[in-house]
């Protein structure tokens, strides 16, 4: 002991701090070599997935061309989205059912091709050249750019990845078949469903400046100014903007840059308190200097450049499947477990069990975004996950894509909640696993509640300030929650959406989508994707990193402040399992004063399947119909009409189905003073059509040359006269000949037809007719009349009655002064 202590003493402490230091030293030589190792694989690798990806371009787009009229389905357009029940009516197929759009009896009748026609699952994919893709400005727009390894590409063109797999045979098509979308909104993203090009432009219907257009113009003034340093400081401030001013902090952005550094260090180590702190010095330094800047000594928020962390940015395994969010191939040897496995998830299980759950994904955002500036007192988030029997690797790499990609101190906790799930893996597995995240809580329910009174239990319990709801099997991209809640602070009621791209069910690889889009709806209720037009754009200058108003949102990844959520009323816990709680939260965030935006500078990828790949416990087609019903009975007034006369008739008839008391709904809407589903219309979606009725004006019967007039409780022909109200008539979405409360209703006996009290709920009150001159089309054929019965005037004008069709009897011809919709 006394020798060491004499070692120590003099020149023996000299040696032993030399031999120390050099320890220290060689450690520290042999991790910077790995590094610089890894660096460089990453660098090839991603070097080569680009060229890969540009020759697969190159080869996606001859492919296409030589495939004439072959569309991805994210990249389907096809009118018979907007146009339901439309152009289906044949001899051989049944009436009611044609209308009643989706379905899968509906399915099996005209087999798959039509239904992929109602149906698409995806927000429209890009296929833009290449020149049209945003183009990075510098190097310091990431982390990425900022480290030397080249900006990958974001034009990630992914047909070409499904192609290939197609080619290669590797799913087979059945497992790739899409339901209906009927029933509805089978993945609440319809991809095709694109702008109508017959439609109105937003700006046409309703003059040159509208509140709605008001409010854009507005928004995107705010985020202009977020942006700080590119746009002018004299522009006006949004009113929401005036309390919370943003300053120019250029120290600030160098204090950001290096602070993504360290926090991709922090929580690569797998640290995340350390990348807590990490941030924490920045921030006070950022918030030290405005304060210090401010002569006027009113203390402005700091505001920072969006962090770009992304703890996979060098991944561990640059080699390994699906990494950097490539399309991975299987081998034809394993087609079979690919087959076998599908169904766990309805898509790739087999592939996706093989990609790392901490995968890498290219960094798609607008190229400007990296540049925004943002607050440094965001409110905190609660994630919520919400799941049922989810595949365990891609519920992993949703949690892990949250935990990396996100700042630790605007994290507040991620919810796992379990929907009752049934595999056992997610019991004590999960809990085991997630055990190593402090942040990760599991809540279990002790029954299936479906999807939304899941969620409503995971905000239950939620403490951050906002609730972020996200998919269990998604990929939250660079920088996707800075900018969700930099909308929520600068207005509560604001509820910002992800830009949702496309994880490929088939090659899992993550798909950039058109720029643009914003969720909407089209008759039925039928959710789908639709790009602003062009003439919006230009009105409103809007960028391609600009907030876009959206109608709907598509439901599963939003933000939300929790007390707005709750002041809302939440979701309505009376829908069952999913489907229709999208339309429901849009409807009421609108028409009770919030906005619904899409915010391109925050993407999150989805795995967008064909087939919901749990149980329903009950029929899945009337689940989703009542859950529809119940949003188009508190919300749509006059217009619910539009939705029953969809294809959804049958759900007027109360003994069919139970859509269940809506007594508190109503009186939400009513608590909440909430505007008219008109004024919605109006406002958010003014390039929707929706007539109230689908035919008026006068009666006008080819064969006679007359017109019905209703006169005094008695139903007679008359030389046609506009002038006359008498002879005035609606033809209802509920396909009542209607004047007033009073309906011409089919007889089977007698004078052929009654004047009733018109009932929506009474089917034998309604009549098919149709505008087209196609066979009956111009006929009233009695619907719940047997033997397809037609209203025909008498040669003389004195009589009319129900006798069998004839295409071609001008007796039995009717036409409306206005058609409306077919
Ligand atoms: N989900 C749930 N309970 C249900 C149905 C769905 O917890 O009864 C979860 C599901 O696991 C997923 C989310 O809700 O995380 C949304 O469902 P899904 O992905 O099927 O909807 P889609 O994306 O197809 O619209
Ligand atoms: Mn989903």
Not at 359 to 371: E, G, H, K, L, S
Not at 609 to 634: H, I, M, S, W
Request: with cysteine; glycine share 6%; charged share 25%.
């Amino acid at each position: 002991m006394m020798k060491v202590r004499r070692y120590l003493r003099g020149s023996g402490r000299v040696l032993a701090f030399v031999f120390v230091a050099s320890v220290i030293w060689l450690l520290f030589d042999m991790a910077a070599l790995r590094i610089s190792i890894n660096d460089v694989n990453g660098q090839l690798l991603k070097e080569r997935v680009i060229r890969e990806r540009e020759t697969l371009k190159q080869q996606s787009r001859v492919t296409q061309l030589m495939k004439r009229g072959f569309k991805h389905p994210v990249q389907r357009v096809d009118p018979a989205v907007t146009q339901a029940g439309k152009g289906l009516l044949s001899s051989g197929i049944k009436l009611a059912q044609v209308y009643r759009q989706g379905g899968e009896k509906q399915d099996q009748m005209l087999g798959d091709k039509k239904f992929n026609s109602f149906q698409g699952d995806h927000p429209p994919k890009t296929d833009k050249p290449k020149s049209v893709l945003p183009e990075r400005k510098d190097g310091l727009q990431s982390l990425t750019a900022k480290q030397g390894v080249p900006a990958q590409k974001k034009a990630v063109n992914l047909d070409l990845n499904g192609t290939k797999l197609e080619k290669s045979g590797v799913i087979d098509s059945s497992n790739v078949v899409i339901l209906p979308a009927a029933a509805s909104n089978i993945t609440r993203a319809p991809p095709g469903v694109q702008e109508d090009k017959h439609a109105p432009l937003l700006t046409s219907k309703r003059g040159p400046i509208q509140a709605g257009d008001v409010v854009q113009k507005a928004d995107s003034k705010t985020n202009e100014k977020v942006k700080g340093e590119t746009k002018s400081a004299t522009k006006a401030m949004h009113p929401v903007k005036t309390s919370k001013p943003l300053s120019k902090d250029v120290k600030g952005k160098e204090v950001s840059n290096k602070t993504e550094e360290k926090l991709v260090r922090a929580i690569a180590t797998g640290d995340p308190n350390a990348a807590k702190e990490t941030l924490k010095p920045a921030m006070k330094l950022r918030a030290g200097d405005d304060s210090k800047d401010n002569s006027t000594a009113v203390r402005k928020p700091g505001v920072h450049k969006v962090v770009s962390l992304d703890a996979t940015h060098v991944p561990r395994d640059a080699n390994a499947v699906g990494q950097f969010g490539q399309a991975a191939l299987v081998s034809s040897k394993e087609e079979p477990e690919v087959r076998k496995r599908w169904d766990e998830g309805h898509f790739n299980v087999y592939l996706s069990d093989q990609i790392p759950v901490d995968r890498a994904i290219p960094d798609t955002r607008p190229d400007m975004c990296a540049q925004n500036l943002v607050h440094d007192d965001l409110p905190s988030t609660s994630v919520i996950f919400c799941f049922v029997d989810e595949v365990w690797s891609t519920l992993l790499r949703s949690v892990h894509s949250v935990l990396n990609r996100s700042p630790p101190h605007l994290l507040k906790e991620i919810i796992l909640v379990d929907d009752f799930s049934t595999k056992d893996n997610l019991k004590e597995p999960l809990d085991k696993y997630m055990s190593q995240f402090p942040k990760v809580r599991i809540i279990r329910l002790k029954e299936r509640q479906g999807l939304i009174r899941a969620r409503l239990a995971g905000a239950a319990v939620a403490k951050g300030e906002v609730l972020t709801f996200l998919d269990s099997h998604i990929e939250c991209n660079v920088g996707w929650l800075e900018p969700l809640l930099e909308r929520i602070y600068l207005d509560r009621k604001k509820v910002p959406c992800p830009v949702i791209e496309v994880i490929s069910d088939k090659d899992m690889s993550y798909m950039l989508v058109d720029n643009f889009q914003r969720g909407i709806f089209k008759w039925p209720l039928v959710f789908g994707w639709s790009a602003l037009p062009d003439e919006y754009i230009k009105k409103h200058n809007m960028t391609i990193s600009d907030p876009i108003r959206c109608p709907v949102m598509a439901g599963g990844l939003f933000s939300i402040d929790k007390k707005y959520f709750y002041e809302l009323g939440a979701y309505d816990p009376g829908l069952e399992v999913w489907g229709g709680e999208n339309m429901e939260i849009s409807f009421k965030i609108w028409m009770c004063g919030g906005e619904i935006e899409i915010i391109p500078c925050s993407r999150v990828g989805h795995i967008f399947r064909g087939q919901n790949p749990y149980k329903f416990p009950k029929d899945r087609q009337k689940t989703v119909e009542r859950n529809l019903a119940r949003v188009a009975e508190v919300w749509l007034d006059e217009y619910k009409d539009l939705f029953y006369g969809h294809g959804y008739h049958h759900l007027l008839d109360k003994k069919v189905i139970d859509i269940g008391n809506l007594t508190e709904q109503i009186e939400l809407r009513e608590r909440l003073k909430c505007k008219s589903f008109k004024w919605y219309l109006e406002t958010v979606y003014p390039d929707m059509d929706a007539p109230l009725v689908k035919a008026e004006g006068l009666i006008f019967n080819r064969g006679l040359r007359k017109c019905l007039n209703l006169h005094k409780g008695s139903l007679f022909f008359e030389i046609c006269d506009l002038s006359k109200q008498s002879q005035h008539f609606n033809y209802t979405w509920i396909r009542h000949v209607r004047q007033q409360d009073v309906c011409v209703a089919p007889q089977g006996k007698g004078n052929g037809f009654a004047l009733l009290l018109c009932d929506n709920t009474k089917a034998e009150l309604r009549w098919f007719h149709k505008s087209s001159n196609s066979a009956l089309g111009e006929h009233l054929i009695a619907e719940f009349v047997s033997h397809h019965m037609c209203l025909e005037a008498g040669p003389q004008g004195d009589t009319l009655r129900l006798n069998p069709c004839e295409p071609s009897n001008a007796f039995q011809k009717w036409q409306f002064t206005h058609y409306h919709a077919q």
